[in-house]
């Protein structure tokens, strides 16, 4: 069961997720689910997010990601981080 409780993440997407509207797509769910943090796109062909708010709705939103963007992510990468105010909204960064 996801947490309620506040956090904050590190995720990476691998796959096809640059060049086809991935980080709008993110931004929008993330605004949806209350989340605050940024995403970009990195050089190597994955996209970062740093995502803050409650546990649940970081699992909502990433299934909302995959939903809309099916096939697209080949594999997330999740990491923890210290913190869970840093950010007053969700933000596209350019990458």
């Given amino acids: 069961m996801a947490s309620i409780h506040a956090r904050s993440e590190e995720i990476i997407f691998h796959g096809l997720v640059q060049g086809v509207g991935f980080r709008m797509t993110a931004a929008r ?7 605050r943090g ?3 796109n990195d050089p190597h062909g994955t996209v970062t997010a740093i995502v803050q708010g409650l546990g649940n709705r970081i ?3 990433l299934e909302c990601i995959e939903g809309s963007l ?3 992510v080949a594999r997330i990468q999740r990491r923890e981080l210290p913190g869970t105010d840093e950010f007053a909204a969700f933000r596209i960064l350019r990458g």
């Fill in 70 to 72: 099916p096939g697209h």
């Fill in 59 to 61: 699992e909502a939103w």
């Fill in 38 to 40: 940024w995403v970009r």
């Fill in 29 to 35: 769910h993330a605004r949806h689910h209350e989340l």
